[in-house]
T-cell receptor
Framework: AQTVTQSQPEMSVQEAETVTLSCTYD???????LFWYKQPPSRQMILVIR??????QNATENRFSVNFQKAAKSFSLKISDSQLGDAAMYFC???????????FGTGTRLKVLA | NAGVMQNPRHLVRRRGQEARLRCSPM?????VYWYRQLPEEGLKFMVY????????ESGMPKERFSAEFPKEGPSILRIQQVVRGDSAAYFC???????????????FGEGSWLTVV
């Protein structure tokens, strides 16, 4: 069975600074995907970034990047130049390739301080 | 992901009533998934449907919950005789025929918040 663990219930960052959110996972699958979703106060689920496990190169989307350590089963999210609009719950998720069952972590609440 | 439409956004029901949540997938998507988010938790898979077929309902509670995706119209998640523990956010997601075509990504709607009083 897959598990996803987010050990930081809450994090704070000063505006314009950089923050890293941690995520570890466990899976017996060899082909899988990892995701970070953002859930702002509006509660919608917004895909932030996606990583294919077979790719060694870390995914990057503008100010968002990941540090994917496959052997350690670690998938952290780095947010650079934090903005007030980044304040939200962030969920890490894992899905086996070709399937639809994502396993989600319990989330990290990010506060951005002006 | 704005293309996945869910309604109602907020629904209040008294204990024992029925709740019906609707989901229209993104244009061109024929696969629908329902997830539930209990307070202070991550999303958990409930059911996967294609048109007129339930493919996987392993995450659905055994009683009171049902889902359908008819040939015409939206997918519906139905909860009968609601209890306070059913209070949660219910998210619908959709994907194209081949999940690999979307990079294994399913696209979420904005969720429906059920409150049972």
């Amino acid at each position: 069975a897959q598990t996803v663990t987010q050990s930081q219930p809450e994090m704070s960052v000063q505006e314009a600074e950089t923050v890293t959110l941690s995520c570890t996972y466990d899976t017996s699958e060899s082909d899988y995907y990892l995701f970070w979703y953002k859930q702002p106060p509006s509660r919608q689920m917004i895909l932030v970034i996606r990583q294919e496990a077979y790719k060694q190169q870390n995914a990057t989307e503008n100010r968002f990047s990941v540090n994917f350590q496959k052997a350690a089963k670690s998938f952290s999210l780095k947010i650079s130049d934090s903005q007030l609009g980044d304040a939200a719950m962030y969920f890490c998720a894992c899905g086996t390739s070709g399937t639809y069952k994502y396993i989600f972590g319990t989330g990290t609440r990010l506060k951005v301080l002006a | 992901n704005a293309g996945v439409m869910q309604n109602p956004r907020h629904l209040v029901r008294r204990r024992g009533q029925e709740a019906r949540l609707r989901c229209s997938p993104m244009k061109g998507h024929s696969h629908v998934y329902w997830y539930r988010q209990l307070p202070e938790e991550g999303l958990k898979f409930m059911v996967y449907l294609q048109k007129e077929n339930i493919i996987d309902e392993s995450g659905m509670p055994k009683e009171r919950f049902s889902a359908e995706f008819p040939k015409e119209g939206p997918s519906i998640l139905r909860i009968q005789q609601v209890v306070r523990g059913d209070s949660a956010a219910y998210f619908c997601a959709s994907s194209p025929d081949l999940l690999q075509l979307s990079g294994n990504t399913i696209y979420f709607g904005e969720g429906s918040w059920l409150t049972v009083v």
